[in-house]
């Protein structure tokens, strides 16, 4: 549940503030806004490819207390149990029952997602009327 939380979190947050942003003269606009939110989204990588690793074993800044800890707790991933199980092929993961419906469930909540996200401001701001900053508070 939480590793998508940013998603929604996001788009709630963007939204709310992204009238004010381009509202404002700085940056000319509504692309400011692109601009603005793609740039914190960039920085926001570039500080977590600093701070994460792949393993325990290559962080730089993880004492051997710790290490043994998270080893001893959670366990390494085994590529000999992998291998046992056999591949599956990619036709049939796209052919299982499991995987087509998550693919139709993810296309359901992201068409209303993206429908209210995207067309709801522009229907407020040019039918109802209401002012760019109206919208994007109740949006």
């Not at 939204?15 to 004010?20: K, M, P, V």
């Not at 796209?94 to 429908?115: M, T």
């Not at 229907?123 to 919208?135: A, G, R, S, T």
Request: glycine residues 10%; proline residues 4%.
């Amino acid at each position: 549940m939480y590793p998508l939380l940013g998603c929604q979190l996001g788009t709630v947050l963007v939204t709310w503030s992204a009238g004010i942003v381009c509202e404002q003269s700085l940056g000319g606009g509504w692309p400011f806004v692109f601009y603005l939110y793609g740039g914190v989204g960039v920085a926001w990588s570039l500080g977590w490819l600093a701070v994460v690793h792949e393993s325990p074993d290559i962080h730089p800044r993880i004492s051997r207390a710790e290490r043994k800890y998270i080893e001893g707790n959670v366990g390494q991933q085994s590529s000999v149990a992998n291998q046992e199980q056999g591949k599956a092929s990619l036709g049939r993961i796209l052919r299982s029952p499991a995987f087509i419906a998550i693919v139709f469930a993810h296309f359901a909540q992201d068409w209303g997602l993206f429908a209210l996200t995207t067309c709801l401001p522009s229907f407020m701001q040019h039918i109802l009327k209401y002012d760019l900053q109206e919208v994007s508070l109740v949006v």
